[in-house]
């Protein structure tokens, strides 16, 4: 019988090896690691190390949607969404990271209201200057279409400090042919909601903590301002409410309940959630004015009932008393004699102004005979002797 080589006996009992490995072994070893060819031959010195599991990947969870509620007063928990009426007056908002900060800001505000209802239309990233990236001025149109929007809010600019491409050229930042583009960008958007007689109220953008981009940030604040209000448009200018008292970037100040609270975020550029009610407040003034009665509260559910039902005294104004009826008086006369008691008017007593008095005044008998006068009774220097 030939001899078989020794690289074949090698090779028969790797196979052995494996067929009594794999026959003996449980299901549960049948899923660990592979083992080499050495193991198989030689066996493991020392158990093979099974990697621990790895931990399960915690997710936060994400936000819950936001829901206009009211609170209520017993329970301090929201009481169902509010429902928006089907003649609600709608508001768009459009722009960048500031617009969304803005339309949050919004929601919160008029989460109660069931006359008015905020539909933010935004995209953080957008601008004027790439148009490529979101043309507002071809998207408003549909947009005022599709919402039937009273009035439309637009923050746009923080993303604009770039070069943009003109007629083939790339223009850098306020050249004045940059500049000249700029403006007719910003006419062209406010005007196409003001031609259809749509209030449009542009919010200029903070101070941010970077002072180079705060600096660009004027500039462009001027340019918005300028042209929005040429066209027809109310700017809303936030700078006062982000700055401290020497003008500069602060990222505390005061809320809109009067209490000092965090405004920005660490990146010193975004708004927190006082920061967005924040700038809201400045947008709602001149929002109502446009809304005019339909912003009313909702009406008081059965769980909220009436301040009187829990026997709180009645705040209510009484009736106004019946009007008095006033008696005329007779006109009296400034020359009438009897007026003062005397029969001579006062201009005609003294007709000599250098005349002495005939009457020594409390002065002169102090001065000149030592008399204090006779005290009221029972002051300090009332030294009558007083006798039963």
Not at 16 to 32: H, I
């Amino acid at each position: 019988m030939p001899r078989l080589p020794t690289s074949c006996l090698a090779a028969l009992l790797a196979i052995g090896f494996l067929a009594v490995s794999f026959a003996g072994s449980s299901p549960a070893v049948a899923q660990e690691r592979p083992r080499t060819l050495l193991e198989l031959l030689f066996g493991n010195r020392k158990a093979p190390e099974q990697a621990a599991p790895a931990a399960p990947v915690k997710r936060k969870p994400k936000p819950k949607a936001k829901s206009s509620s009211i609170i209520n007063i017993q329970t301090g928990k929201p009481d169902e969404p509010v429902q928006k009426l089907d003649t609600a007056k709608h508001v768009l908002v459009i722009g960048d990271f500031m617009a969304g900060s803005v339309g949050d800001g919004l929601m919160d505000t008029f989460a109660g209201e069931p006359g008015v209802v905020i539909d933010e239309k935004t995209d953080g990233a957008s601008g004027l200057v790439r148009d490529d990236h979101r043309n507002w001025v071809a998207l408003l149109p549909g947009l005022l279409d599709e919402t039937k929007a009273v009035a439309v809010v637009v923050a746009l600019g923080s993303n604009d400090r770039q070069k943009m491409l003109i007629e083939g050229t790339r223009e850098d930042f306020h050249t004045p042919k940059w500049t000249a583009e700029y403006e007719r960008r910003i006419a062209e958007l406010t005007s196409v909601a003001t031609k259809r007689q749509v209030p449009v109220f542009w919010v200029g953008a903070p101070p941010f903590q970077s002072p180079s981009l705060t600096a660009d940030i004027v500039t462009i604040n001027l340019m918005l301002r300028r042209q929005v209000e040429a066209a027809g448009g109310t700017f809303i200018d936030l700078w006062e409410g982000f700055i401290d008292a020497d003008g500069k970037f602060t990222a505390t100040g005061s809320g809109v309940d009067g209490q000092q609270a965090r405004l920005r975020g660490s990146d010193g550029v975004s708004l927190t959630k006082a920061g967005r009610a924040k700038a809201a407040f400045y947008v709602e003034k001149p929002l109502r004015r446009i809304l005019g009665d339909t912003s009313v509260q909702a009406p008081l559910s059965a769980a909220n009932p009436p301040i009187s039902d829990y026997g709180l005294p009645n705040l209510a104004m009484p009736a106004a008393p019946a009007p008095v009826a006033i008696t005329r008086t007779e006109p009296i006369s400034m020359i009438d004699p009897s007026l003062d008691g005397s029969t001579a008017l006062a201009a005609t007593v003294a007709t000599n102004a250098n005349a002495p008095l005939t009457v020594p005044s409390a002065r002169d008998r102090l001065v000149l005979h030592g008399d204090t006068g006779n005290p009221p009774a029972g002051r300090v220097d009332d030294y009558k002797i007083r006798t039963k």
